[in-house]
């Protein structure tokens, strides 16, 4: 098939729609995908992986907001002409951002649509909008040949909010690497050998995160040092040093830049334990689970994080045991109670983390149920009023 795959998101770091695009176009589709890099300033192609990526510019983090919201009106049209004018047998919309132009598209060239729902938009949306909220996702929902969501609780959520069959689960994570050479961490950042690390990385969402909590925590940890390896605003990297300063740990506290997703695992073990710290400021954070969380795992490190409910099935609910701890992310005498319970065991926990990753939480079998989604949508495809039996009808 022929498969075209929109998305609002910086691809040099969207590992989600850079695994879904790769595993397609490695089982034999071509695979197109629009979306934007924050460090483009013209539109350019780029293939990866067999994929054509159209990559077009959209304005940095920490622009002025009219230059940011001029920005992204063009971005949408640009990326909604790419959508509207592709030729594809399938569309496949990564969230709701370009699902009317991936649906107009579907409509106009009688393929299919797919909705991939990577979080749960209504409960993200201000109280007063939240019914048009629902609406506009359910017309999509009801129009869609197949939805997609990353987790089993936002898949409960999103069927009885829309009712229909069970959207498809397809994990967020990572693909298995041959080999992983952790990065020297300690070497790079002059961290002494009888430290531990506490590693976060990801975006620094301060509205979304208890940074300052953990900044408090680290007050009676005084053998961790934090390192913070992610991409933000200058206003939010500000906000994280102040926490850090406030709580007196700034000389523990290390801030590093993104790197590329093909490094991320060798540095990720580097550290000594990786940090998952979601606020529950809505049921999107309180459901959900991050790319994160199964890439700490998988360069094998155990992790800590809030005790919501995805979290907590994947760091203590394993046959081979624990590979973690949970904590409440508005007190920072749990989350030093969390860090101090693994302390000790450590090594032992690093090695059941890699095990763990790679007979539960590795992308083979996630990618394998993307595939066969897209089997069943070409198998049906070309047969009036047809609908696969892998997501909500369509009709």
Not at 20 to 46: C, I, N, P
Not at 71 to 100: C, I, K, M, P
Not at 258 to 265: A, S
Not at 291 to 307: Q, R, T, W
Request: hydrophobic fraction near 40%.
């Amino acid at each position: 098939m022929r498969i075209f795959m929109a998305v609002v998101s910086d691809l040099s770091s969207d590992a989600r729609v850079r695994r879904e695009a790769s595993t397609l176009a490695a089982s034999g589709h071509r695979v197109r995908v629009v979306g934007f890099d924050y460090q483009t300033r013209r539109a350019t192609t780029r293939v990866i992986d067999g994929v054509h990526y159209r990559v077009l510019p959209f304005p940095p983090r920490g622009s002025a907001r009219p230059r940011r919201l001029l920005g992204a009106v063009v971005f949408v049209a640009r990326a909604s002409t790419a959508v509207v004018t592709a030729r594809a047998d399938a569309y496949h919309t990564h969230n709701l951002h370009l699902a009317v132009p991936c649906a107009l598209a579907a409509t106009l060239r009688r393929g299919r649509l797919v909705y991939d729902a990577h979080e749960l938009v209504v409960p993200m949306v201000r109280r007063r909008l939240r019914g048009l909220a629902i609406r506009y996702e359910r017309a999509i929902w009801r129009r869609a040949d197949a939805v997609v969501t990353t987790n089993d609780s936002r898949a409960k959520f999103l069927t009885r909010l829309h009712g229909g069959p069970r959207p498809v689960v397809v994990g967020n994570y990572p693909s298995q690497p041959l080999a992983i050479e952790p990065a020297d961490l300690r070497g790079q950042l002059g961290i002494s050998d009888d430290h531990r690390i506490l590693l976060y990385q990801g975006g620094l969402y301060v509205a979304d995160r208890c940074f300052d909590v953990v900044a408090t925590a680290l007050r009676d940890l005084p053998d961790w040092e934090w390192v913070i390896v992610g991409f933000g605003s200058r206003h939010s990297t500000e906000l994280l040093r102040d926490a850090a300063r406030s709580a007196g740990v700034a000389d523990r506290v290390h801030l590093l830049p993104k790197v590329p997703l093909e490094r991320l695992l060798d540095l990720t073990a580097g550290a000594d334990l990786g940090v998952i710290p979601l606020r529950r400021v809505h049921l999107n954070n309180y459901l959900g689970d991050t790319n994160k969380l199964f890439e700490y795992l998988m360069a094998g490190i155990p992790a800590v994080g809030s005790d919501f409910p995805e979290i907590r099935r994947a760091l203590l609910d394993n046959p081979e045991g624990p590979v973690g701890a949970v904590f409440d992310p508005t007190d920072p005498v749990s989350i030093t109670g969390a860090i101090k319970e693994l302390a000790d065991g450590l090594s032992e926990l690093k090695q059941r983390a890699w095990r763990v990753a790679r007979r539960h939480y590795a992308w083979t079998q996630q990618g394998r149920k993307l595939v066969e989604l897209y089997a069943a949508l070409s198998a049906s495809r070309g047969r009036r009023g047809a609908s696969p039996s892998v997501g909500p009808d369509a009709g």
